[in-house]
């Protein structure tokens, strides 16, 4: 399950990525068209305007490919207690360079050696590099970048895709930092030239494929604004169809056997499971309770100073329609993981095995399971959010038929 499900997220979020950057650049152009290259000289400039389009073109569609694939590969891999204090970080880190890289490389004076170019007027100008000439611009685009990719990340970690207001919500305001971000290097970058910290045009570094003092674009606040709006967007929810897609593909993951109820319970499904997977437990339930499935599991019960026994008995034997069984040697082990598992199993009616639904998380054995019931394996290392998803539309399936 876990390799093929992970290449095929990866892959679709690549693609995903990949038009939310082509959207970014319609939104960059339709505008003002291509006014910003009326003063194009090809007798200076190797490439011809059309070639310098289609790297246009091709760059933000790398771009925003990357810009998809990377925080989503790093949202789904193997969790750790440091993954919050340390994955933020780098997400931030590979946008930063990631987009202020691969959006210079677009440059009209690109990819040609230091100082390529020569001003036929005054041959001491010269310019251009292998990533032209960065600028206050180039510090801005690359925050951006960062911004954009942790935002996606976030949400993806929270498990808050299949949430369209709140993906909505958090596109406005990771466009308003931006935005805001986008600005105040800009203020920066007046403020360095009014206490003549550089004067415009400089060099500081000592040559212009490395960094010149200029701010070119300070009038595309709002194509940042949209380009972010979008790229939150498109990502994130392009994240979620995604998934739903796998989930209902049974060539990537097996589907249960369909069983049917002879009464109605009060829960859908009451989710047994030990004290070492409650995480995966309320991920599970966040998803069964958004989708409109009623569940019991102890965290949503208020059980106290009530008789366990016969309270957990009840819940499991009877006011169940499922039982979801997350076994792990923890499971095993324990008292009361034991007694729920079988007083789902004192309560069956006609051997209805179908009713307990088995997902096991490592190579855990429950005596009482007989070997001929199917199970689910579930690769532990997996974003919870990509298992939840994907328990909660096989029971959805279930309680369909």
Request: net charge positive; aromatic share 14%; with cysteine.
């Amino acid at each position: 399950m876990k390799n093929e499900i992970l290449l095929e997220v990866r892959k679709k979020s690549f693609y995903t990525g990949i038009i939310s950057g082509l959207i970014a650049v319609l939104i960059m152009f339709i505008p003002s068209g291509f006014i910003g290259y009326s003063n194009y000289n090809e007798e200076i400039y190797v490439l011809p305007l059309e070639i310098l389009f289609i790297k246009i073109f091709v760059v933000y569609a790398i771009l925003g490919g990357l810009m998809g694939y990377l925080p989503t590969v790093l949202a789904i891999s193997k969790e750790g207690k440091s993954r919050k204090k340390i994955h933020p970080g780098i997400v931030f880190c590979i946008g930063f360079i990631t987009t202020l890289v691969l959006i210079q490389l677009k440059a009209r004076d690109a990819l040609v050696p230091v100082d390529f170019y020569v001003d036929p007027n005054n041959p001491l100008i010269k310019w251009g590099g292998p990533l032209g000439q960065p600028n206050f611009e180039s510090i801005a685009n690359g925050m951006v970048g960062g911004i954009l990719m942790l935002a996606l990340y976030q949400i993806i970690i929270e498990h808050k895709m299949s949430d369209r207001q709140l993906i909505l919500y958090r596109a406005f305001k990771t466009a308003i930092l931006t935005t805001v971000v986008y600005g105040l290097i800009y203020i920066v970058f007046l403020l360095i030239l009014r206490f003549n910290i550089l004067t415009l045009g400089s060099e500081p570094f000592g040559t212009g494929a490395v960094f010149k003092t200029q701010f070119p674009h300070p009038e595309r606040f709002y194509i940042v604004f949209l380009i972010s709006i979008c790229f939150v967007l498109v990502n994130s929810m392009g994240y979620y169809l995604s998934i739903e897609k796998l989930v209902a593909n049974s060539s990537i993951i097996p589907n249960f056997s369909l069983f049917t109820k002879k009464t109605k319970p009060i829960y859908d499904v009451a989710i047994s499971f030990a004290g070492s997977e409650r995480d995966l437990a309320i991920t599970i339930g966040f998803y069964c309770q958004r989708n409109g499935i009623s569940i019991f599991y102890d965290d949503l019960e208020q059980l106290w100073g009530k008789d366990l026994k016969k309270e957990l008995k009840s819940v499991f034997g009877k006011q169940a329609k499922y039982v979801l069984v997350i076994v792990s040697k923890e499971y095993v082990k324990r008292y009361w993981t034991m007694y729920e598992f079988r007083s789902a199993l004192t309560n069956m009616v006609d051997n209805e095995w179908g009713r307990i639904l088995p997902i096991k998380i490592d190579d855990a054995i429950l005596q009482e399971l007989p070997d001929s019931i199917a199970y689910i394996p579930i690769d532990i290392s997996l974003n919870k959010g990509i298992i939840g998803f994907y328990i909660t539309k096989k029971i959805q399936d279930l309680l369909k038929s």
